[in-house]
């Protein structure tokens, strides 16, 4: 009959002092293969085998009997098996061991093992109870605290003690609330109560400063019950560990977590100092400043330069924050510059780059304060114990430094505390020279697109006008708005606004070139539609470029235009739209209301039309035009923000300046997120007493008698300067349209603040100026023309082309009335 010895029942040798270390643990290796690997000398006390006589052995010889399928489960992924299994000793008998079985790479899915059983069971000792004892009173790590169930003192081990600062004989059967005297022990004895009643362990964490320590720490109180054998409760056991490194750990990644979210939050060098130092106060420190070098306030500078040693260090104060109401702590105003010497802690910190803490007793820190009686009463006043100086450095640019004081903290900074001030401050940094670098760009751009805008408008008489442009106020940058009033022939003028699609330097010269081409476009007299048209060719073939592999550009160009022409004679204006809101108008003695403006696609998408919108405009009609900022925001739907500047336009204002300023007022309150341009024209009539008109007939005869007609009404207009360049002028005008053009054709004088004389016909050719040889009988007409009179040029309407040129007026005969018809208005 075989032998069998079961788990737990195996006995110790009588003498085991020469058993000792892994002799006592039997410890095998096995292969993927399942072959034994490794064998010690405690496997060999246990099976009887020698390691030469069982390596390389296949493991499942040493089975007396195989366990069963479902007390082993599947192990190629378990980290660790543990379990009994009936083993066969050398000499035949069987042993029942709890083994424990390690999985050497889990992760990798192989097979190798170690399998590891303690050779003799250790059943319960005599001195058991004693080695628990001792356990309770020696922890040195973990303040034990047993309770009965009135919630008094009965035990307290070492640890206890010290962290409370009386023996047990003092604590036995006081309360809690009794020992700490305040409410946390409130706090933890009602949890006491609790676990007492639902026998439901409790947890807890407390930050308090114990008797004896100038620094609070943080305790993890760990409330469990105590059960006799029948499950009565008997009492509460208090683990209590001190946790401060770990609170303060998170507390740091926590301060490092907020500042993520709050530093940084605007591109303003200022407000993100400001936020530096609200983020320190009042969890870290309870006073902080920052201080950058002078020259980081100016945009249009590079980068800051550290002085050369030995000069006087310049900083500026840019933002400081108190745990007291208005930092009295501070010695430096907001804004102003203080000198830091050679040797001071600021300036040494600037100047090597490098942190650092100071006890203010410290030779360095203190020299520093005596020379200076505010600092010195400052410190004295408040107390004021430890400080850490942080340079702010970002992308190999140092750019201030930022102090960090205790004086309400009683525990002065550490080395760790350094390290968070250190993060705190870079991130810091990398947001100031963020907004630094954004607001020296937005200078540039803002300086570049203010040039590319008109200086001033140019003087014309048929509209009276007032413009506004407004850069973006927030993080877009500036955009490529822009506006225009361009004279043009025949006392006409064009209104024009448009708005590049973007932000930034680019957008700004795409704007520059669409303006200019605006304007060489209106020289020619194109019409609105067809102005518009070589408009979209022109954005379609920059946008092409942009996509050309230029990695400066952002891609496509797109804008939307308004275009509009007024013509102060038959007190009409035509308008096209390409994709730009609609403007308004307000009549006289009526409310402002959107023109009916055929839409237009925006500028770039090419191969559509533009279509024309006839309107008639009474003298002293607002024109609104503008762009899609001022009546569009992320708060405010454009249907709301047209009826807003609606209602703006209707108020009187004493000029049209005025009246700029009174719908940007009311509808930019805050600086808008995109930029706006706004240009309001008040249009003015030409009397029709100071033009003139006569249908010519196409007969040379008819010449002479045209330019009598002509001569007669300039000296009616008592403009005698102006008869004999007028006469030869309506000659040569009047004669090449009889010779070379199609009837019916038309003379017409305007008397404007120049005089303009048009010629009219049906055909479609225009005359080109040339150059007349010696004996060339023709051809010296226009050039004549050129040289008497201003400018000249000629515009294709839909009937034919006219012929124009403009003489100017040096100034207006004495009695002679003003042109221009002129109501009396709130404008003025």
Request: charged share 25%.
């Amino acid at each position: 009959m075989e032998r069998r010895v079961t788990a737990g029942q195996e006995t110790s040798p009588r003498d085991d002092r020469d058993v000792v270390g892994e002799a006592l643990t039997a410890r095998v290796d096995i292969d993927e293969h399942g072959l034994v690997t490794g064998w010690n000398e405690g496997a060999e006390r246990l099976l009887g085998y020698s390691s030469a006589q069982i390596l390389g052995r296949p493991a499942a010889t040493l089975l007396a009997e195989q366990p069963r399928t479902e007390d082993v489960p599947a192990l190629s992924e378990l980290p660790r098996w543990h379990g009994t299994l009936t083993l066969r000793h050398r000499d035949g008998h069987h042993l029942d061991k709890r083994v424990v079985a390690h999985h050497r790479s889990p992760e990798r899915g192989d097979g190798e093992w170690l399998v590891v059983s303690a050779l003799y069971g250790l059943p319960p000792q005599p001195d058991d109870v004693a080695l628990v004892g001792w356990s309770f009173a020696q922890s040195p790590s973990c303040a034990l605290t047993l309770y009965d169930t009135r919630c008094r003192v009965r035990r307290a081990n070492e640890a206890t003690q010290q962290a409370l600062g009386l023996t047990e004989d003092y604590l036995r059967g006081l309360r809690l609330p009794e020992i700490l005297g305040d409410e946390a022990g409130e706090v933890d004895e009602e949890d006491m109560k609790r676990v007492l009643k639902t026998g439901e362990p409790h947890y807890r964490e407390h930050y308090l400063r114990t008797l004896g320590e100038t620094r609070e720490h943080a305790w993890a109180i760990n409330l469990s019950p105590l059960q006799d054998s029948v499950g009565r409760i008997r009492g509460v056991c208090l683990t209590a560990h001190d946790i401060t490194e770990q609170h303060w750990a998170r507390k740091r990644l926590q301060l490092i977590a907020e500042a993520s979210k709050r530093i940084g939050s605007t591109l303003d060098v200022t407000r993100t100092a400001q936020e530096l130092a609200d983020m320190a106060i009042p969890e870290f420190a309870d006073f902080m400043s920052v201080d950058l070098l002078t020259s980081l306030n100016d945009m249009h500078e590079p980068p800051p330069m550290v002085p050369p040693a030995g000069q006087t260090l310049m900083l500026r104060r840019v933002a400081h924050q108190s745990v007291q109401p208005g930092s009295p702590e501070a010695v430096i105003a907001l804004g102003k510059v203080d000198a830091y010497p050679e040797g001071s802690p600021p300036a040494e910190t600037i100047r090597s780059g490098r942190s650092a803490l100071y006890r203010m007793t410290d030779p360095g820190a203190a020299e520093w304060i005596a020379r200076d009686p505010l600092r010195s009463a400052s410190v004295r006043d408040f107390g004021t114990h430890s400080m850490m100086m942080v340079p702010l450095a970002a992308r190999g640019t140092t750019l201030g430094v930022a102090a960090f004081i205790r004086h309400r903290h009683p525990e002065p900074f550490r080395q760790d505390d350094l390290v968070l001030a250190e993060e705190l401050a870079s991130r810091a940094a990398v947001c100031i020279d963020n907004a630094q670098r954004y607001a020296r760009q937005r200078d540039t751009a803002v300086t570049l697109q203010r040039s590319l805008l008109p200086q001033r408008l140019p003087e014309q008489a048929a509209v009276d006008v007032a413009s506004r442009y407004l850069p973006a106020g927030g993080r877009a940058g500036v955009g490529g708005d822009w506006f225009d009033a361009i004279p043009l022939s025949g006392a006409r003028v064009a209104l024009v606004v448009g708005d590049v699609v973007g932000h930034g330097i680019h957008a700004s010269a795409t704007m520059g070139r669409l303006r200019t081409a605006v304007r060489t476009l209106a020289d020619i007299d194109l019409p609105p539609d067809e102005l518009l048209t070589h408009l979209d060719d022109l954005v379609s073939r920059l946008s092409t470029e942009a996509n050309a592999g230029n990695a400066e550009t952002t891609g496509d160009v797109g804008a939307t235009c308004l275009y509009a022409v007024y013509d102060p004679v038959s007190r009409r204006c035509s308008l096209a739209r390409a994709g730009h809101p609609l403007p308004l108008i307000l009549r006289p003695g009526g409310n402002a209301e959107l023109l009916d403006i055929p839409a237009g696609p925006p500028l770039g998408l090419g191969g559509l039309p533009f279509e024309v919108a006839e309107v008639d405009v009474p003298q002293g009609s607002l024109l609104a035009l503008y762009t899609d900022g001022l009546v569009e925001s992320r708060d405010l739907d454009i249907d709301d923000g047209i009826s807003r500047l609606s209602q703006a336009l209707n108020r009187p204002a004493l000029s049209l300046d005025a009246l700029c300023d009174t719908v940007l007022a009311t509808l930019l309150p805050e600086p808008s997120a995109d930029d706006v341009a706004l240009l309001i024209a008040r249009t003015q009539a030409l009397d029709a007493s100071h033009v003139a008109t006569w249908q010519v007939e196409p007969d040379p005869a008819a010449v002479a008698e045209v330019r009598k007609a002509a001569v007669r009404q300039v000296e009616e207009w008592g403009l005698t300067d102006a008869v004999f360049v007028t006469e030869l002028v309506v000659s040569e005008l009047v004669t090449n349209a009889i010779r070379y053009a199609e009837p019916p054709i038309q003379l017409r004088l305007i008397h404007d603040r120049s005089l303009i004389c048009e010629v009219s016909d049906t055909s479609s050719t225009a005359p080109h100026m040339r150059r007349a040889r010696t004996y060339d009988e023709g051809g010296r007409g226009l050039l004549l023309v050129a040289q008497l009179s201003e400018r000249w040029g000629t515009r294709h309407t839909t009937r034919g082309k006219i012929i124009w040129a403009e003489q100017s007026l040096r100034s207006q005969p004495a009695g002679v009335a003003s042109p221009w018809l002129r109501t009396p208005s709130e404008w003025g």
